[in-house]
């Protein structure tokens, strides 16, 4: 038998999932990291801080994407929603572990900022499911395209040497389209203009910060 949650259960287990994931508890993928078969090359100091500036960006952008999740499923009106919501918040979890690794393999850390970047994210999720589903899909659909468009930037910037990084990256961008596409064909709304250009700035902002902290 499935277990129907409430609005509270919804709650209550996104809180527990705020406090373990922005404390930066180890979290295990259920797929394969992609880069488990790339070789590791070591990179010049400046080649590898900059690596792990973009990683760790990277793995603030996944607590992000958890926190809105959460958020969106916690308010969420139709079950079937809150299900497509759930499934693409485990395949996240995914990316959160891969990040983590890599971060770990570049011997740097993740944002110390990461309760704040949750905090924040939940909120906007939060906001998006009291919305009404149809802006909640079109929020995270907005999302997932913002995302992936990053992720390419991303694979760009990389040190050509980097390759564990870029298969990472490479599988995320992938899910991230993915993701787009199953809020487009569960009926998500096109948000308006001036709520896309405010989603760029604020993501721009968390991206400038977690580069360095």
């Known amino acids: 038998m499935t277990r129907t949650y409430s609005r509270l259960d919804n709650l209550i287990i996104s809180i527990d999932s705020a406090l373990r994931l922005s404390s930066g508890e180890a979290v295990e993928a259920k797929r394969p990291n992609p ?10 100091e400046p080649h590898r801080e900059h690596a ?16 809105l999740y959460a958020g969106q499923a916690a308010t969420a009106r139709n079950p079937e929603v809150q ?5 693409a918040a485990d395949e996240e979890i995914d990316h959160l572990s891969w990040c983590k690794e890599r971060l770990d393999e570049l011997e740097s ?24 589903d149809g802006w909640s899909l079109g929020f995270l659909k907005e999302t997932e395209n913002q995302v992936e468009a990053h992720l390419a930037n991303h694979i760009i910037k990389l ?13 995320m961008k992938i899910d991230e389209a993915k993701h787009a596409q199953m809020a487009e064909d569960s009926g998500a709304f096109d948000l308006p203009g001036p709520v896309r250009g405010l989603m760029k700035l604020t993501a721009g902002a968390m991206k400038a910060i977690a580069y360095k902290v």
């Open 52 to 67: 792990a500036g973009l990683m760790r960006i990277n793995h603030s952008g996944e607590i992000c994407a958890q926190a």
């Open 83 to 87: 299900a497509e919501m759930q499934k």
């Open 35 to 44: 880069a488990i078969d790339v070789p590791d090359i070591v990179m010049e």
């Open 109 to 132: 850390k993740p944002s110390r900022l990461a309760p704040l970047w949750y905090a924040g994210s939940f909120a906007i999720g939060a906001a998006a499911g009291l919305a009404g």
């Open 159 to 171: 040190p050509a040497e980097d390759a564990r990084s870029r298969a990472i990256l490479d599988q």
